[in-house]
C-alpha cells in the first residue's frame, strides 16, 4: 500500500512568487492534515480536511495560504504570494478516522529568498 | 491550548545501551492520545509508540516503551538495546478533542557504535 506522497520534496522560489504543494493521501483515508515546521521549532498544524471539508483551518497563518482538497482526494496547499517567513517544511499526514493514527509524508522543504 | 515540551535538544546513546527521551505536557483534557514519532535522515516520520489517557498500562513496542505519568503530565519514552537505526529526530505529540496534533520541538538521537 503505498504511503502519503508530498510533491515537490523542495521548493525555492522568491518572496512574492507563488508556490503550490500537493499532498496525495493514503487510498480511503478521509481525513487529510496539513503541518509546517520552520527551521528549529515545533511541527504545527495547519488545518484539517474531512473529505472535501475544512474540518479545521484554525492554524492557517494568514489569507496569503490558501488549502483545497477538491472531490476528497489529493490536496493543494497554495502561498500566495510568498514570504520569508514562509520558508520551512510542510508535512501532510493523513487518517482513516479521526482518533486514528496519522500517517505522514516526507514533506516538502520550502525556502523563499 | 495544548502545550507539548521536549527538553532535550540532542541526545546521544551507546550501541545496545538504553536511553530515556523526556516529554511534558500541559492540557486541561481528560481524554487525550499520545504519541512518539521518529523521523530518521530520509524524513519520513514515521509512528513509533502511542498511548490512551485513560490507559494505566505504560505501551510498549518491542524495544521502545513509554513511561506515562497522567498526573504529572509525563510521557517519557525508553529505547532498550539501542541500535544505529534509531538514530533519528524523535518528536512527542499530543491529539486532544480537537483532533489536532500538538508536537514538541524533537530530540535528535545519535547512536553512538
Known amino acids: 500500500e503505498a504511503g502519503v506522497t508530498q510533491f515537490p520534496s523542495h521548493s525555492v522560489i522568491e518572496k512574492g512568487q507563488t508556490v503550490t504543494l500537493r499532498c496525495d493521501p493514503i487510498?480511503?483515508?478521509?481525513?487529510l492534515y496539513w503541518y509546517r515546521r520552520v527551521m528549529g521549532k515545533e511541527i504545527k498544524f495547519l488545518l484539517h480536511f474531512v473529505k472535501e471539508s475544512k474540518q479545521d483551518e484554525s492554524g492557517m497563518p494568514n489569507n496569503r495560504f490558501l488549502a483545497e482538497r477538491t472531490g476528497g482526494t489529493y490536496s493543494t496547499l497554495k502561498v500566495q504570494p510568498a514570504e520569508l517567513e514562509d520558508s520551512g517544511v510542510y508535512f501532510c499526514?493523513?487518517?482513516?478516522?479521526?482518533?486514528?493514527?496519522?500517517?505522514f509524508g516526507p514533506g516538502t522543504r520550502l525556502t523563499v529568498l | 491550548a495544548q502545550t507539548v515540551t521536549q527538553s532535550q535538544p540532542e541526545m546521544s546513546v551507546q550501541e545496545a545501551e538504553t536511553v530515556t527521551l523526556s516529554c511534558t505536557y500541559d492540557t486541561s483534557e481528560s481524554d487525550y492520545y499520545l504519541f512518539w514519532y521518529k523521523q530518521p535522515p530520509s524524513r519520513q516520520m514515521i509512528l513509533v509508540i502511542r498511548q490512551e489517557a485513560y490507559k494505566q498500562q505504560n505501551a510498549t513496542e518491542n524495544r521502545f516503551s513509554v513511561n506515562f505519568q497522567k498526573a504529572a503530565k509525563s510521557f517519557s519514552l525508553k529505547i532498550s538495546d539501542s541500535q544505529l537505526g534509531d538514530a533519528a529526530m524523535y518528536f512527542c505529540a499530543y491529539n486532544g478533542a480537537g483532533n489536532q496534533f500538538y508536537f514538541g520541538t524533537g530530540t535528535s538521537l545519535t547512536v553512538i557504535p
Open positions: 499526514a493523513s487518517s482513516q478516522a479521526i482518533w486514528d493514527e496519522q500517517f
Open positions: 487510498s480511503g483515508h478521509d481525513n
